[in-house]
């Protein structure tokens, strides 16, 4: 799960991995604008709608993200990694960590 912020309104998007959370966010505020200004739509439907466009989009892209694991695994893409030093990926690995709890702390406030 990550929080996120659509303007000022929190929310919770079910993800597997937070390199997919930002772009979640972006299609369920796309999402979100586009039915809201229909005028087709009844206020009735939109939230059926969302959610289901929303969850479609996000199964898709899961199983998009998926399908690059499996892709990377058979081209043996990640026997890349043996010829970083490990400075290198342990200042990655850092960074990254650093960048959570940053991200963290600025949505909790």
Do not use: H
């Not at 694991?69 to 990254?96: E, Q, R, W």
């Amino acid at each position: 799960m990550y929080w996120c912020n659509i303007g000022e309104i929190p929310a919770l998007y079910p993800t597997v991995d937070l390199f997919t959370a930002p772009i979640l966010a972006q299609i369920a505020a796309a999402v979100d604008e586009t039915i809201y200004n229909d005028e087709n739509i009844s206020e009735a439907d939109v939230d059926n709608l969302f959610l289901g466009s929303f969850g479609f989009l996000a199964s898709l892209g899961v199983f998009i993200s998926g399908a690059l694991l499996v892709l990377s695994s058979v081209s043996k893409l990640a026997n890349l990694g043996a010829y970083l030093p490990f400075p290198v990926i342990s200042g990655f690995f850092s960074a990254v960590g650093v960048l959570t709890w940053t991200m963290a702390v600025r949505v909790g406030r």
